[in-house]
Nanobody
Framework: QVQLVESGGGLVQPGGSLRLSCRGPQYIFRVYEMGWYRQAPEKERELVATITSGGMTNYNESLRGRFTISRDNRNTTMDLQMNNLKPEDTAIYYC?????????????WGQGTQVTVSS
């Protein structure tokens, strides 16, 4: 089973910043599209941002400008820099990896890391 391991979550005050990281196997970072999703209490999981192996990014438009996704394929890490955090950003944040084969999709999820924005 592929292991995607998130770190960096925690408690932060409104207006503060956090940086999440996801580590995984080399072959994932070589070809898989990766991303961050989040799930707030009693809400559906939603896209935060994705980044291809070549560095092309896609954001939840409501988060663009505050959140920045990046990846370092050589060191097998993917980061999410979150600035000006708001209470509504409170959620469990999940690392995700996906590769589309001609007739199937390979995807993996991390266990999640809790982000709480509160004064």
């Amino acid at each position: 089973q592929v292991q995607l391991v998130e770190s960096g979550g925690g408690l932060v005050q409104p207006g503060g910043s956090l940086r999440l990281s996801c580590r995984g196997p080399q072959y994932i970072f070589r070809v898989y599209e990766m991303g961050w999703y989040r799930q707030a209490p009693e809400k559906e999981r939603e896209l935060v941002a994705t980044i291809t192996s070549g560095g092309m990014t896609n954001y939840n438009e409501s988060l663009r400008g505050r959140f920045t996704i990046s990846r370092d394929n050589r060191n097998t890490t993917m980061d999410l820099q979150m600035n000006n955090l708001k209470p509504e950003d409170t959620a469990i944040y999940y690392c995700h990896a996906k590769f589309e084969f001609p007739s199937s999709i390979s995807e993996f999820w991390g266990q999640g890391t809790q982000v709480t924005v509160s004064s």
